[in-house]
């Protein structure tokens, strides 16, 4: 009788594991290319999917990523992002990419995080000033400066952050691990949420008077995705 209640227990240990360590399933078709029409579609991933034999090589193209955009803004970037909104053909296959412009003289891309996927930037153009913040409780800094050429990772979840400390402009192209990796920008997920969070709430929780809070408030916070 002991051997059997054994034998539960390790098959119900290795079942646990298992879940434990699963991650998204394989696609079980070649693809499953996202259409905004329901009619005839199918809900995969957050997405319709076409009828895989209508889909043409138009739902796996982009193009524009050579193209380098206006950095004029109060952050002095622009993110153009090639995901499963500009690809199609992306759904369910896990990696978009993304280039990001810098605006000389301190042109920034913003804490941010990225709640469904790593990123791997790649610098293509001037000099970065790049990092992110580990978890609580440590809350620590592991900061780089890249030139052209240099390859830095942002763990999937962490704040991060990239700021040109060069007198050019710059210009970096980010691949994620996710056809759809969002973005949460901190200064504007806190002080420009809708509506906005009260400001005693924030005035307590980063220990500092409630005026500023009202006032950070007020302002407008710039998205440059």
């Known amino acids: 009788m002991k051997g059997v209640h054994f034998l539960v227990a390790f098959v119900f240990l290795a079942l646990a594991a298992s879940f434990a360590f699963a991650s998204d399933p394989s696609p079980l078709q070649d ?3 996202a259409i905004n029409d329901i009619k005839d579609g199918v809900f995969v991933n957050g997405k319709f999917c076409k009828d895989p034999k209508l889909a043409t090589a138009k739902d796996f193209f982009f193009s524009g990523l050579d193209i380098a955009r206006n950095t004029s803004n109060p952050l002095g970037s622009v993110v153009t992002p090639a995901n499963v909104a500009q690809i199609p053909g992306l759904n369910t296959l896990g990696i ?3 280039r990001v412009d810098y605006a000389p003289y301190g042109g920034l891309n913003p804490p941010h995080t ?3 996927a790593t990123e791997i930037l ?3 153009e001037g000099t970065l000033y790049v990092g992110f913040v580990t978890s609580n409780p440590d809350n620590r800094l592991i900061t780089k400066v890249l030139n052209p050429g240099d390859v830095f990772v942002f763990p999937v979840g962490l704040i991060h952050f990239q700021f040109n ?4 402009k710059a210009v970096a192209i980010a691949a994620l691990s996710s056809q759809n990796p969002g973005v949460i920008t901190i200064a504007n997920a806190v002080f420009g949420s ?3 969070i009260r400001s ?5 929780a980063f220990q500092v ?3 500023i809070v009202d006032h950070l408030q007020k302002q407008f916070w710039y998205d440059n995705n």
């Open 200 to 204: 005693d709430v924030l005035a307590k």
């Open 114 to 116: 990225h709640p469904r």
């Open 209 to 211: 008077d409630k005026n």
């Open 31 to 33: 693809f499953c290319v």
């Open 96 to 98: 978009s990419l993304a």
């Open 122 to 124: 790649t610098v293509l």
């Open 194 to 196: 809708t509506p906005p």
């Open 165 to 168: 400390v060069g007198k050019t």
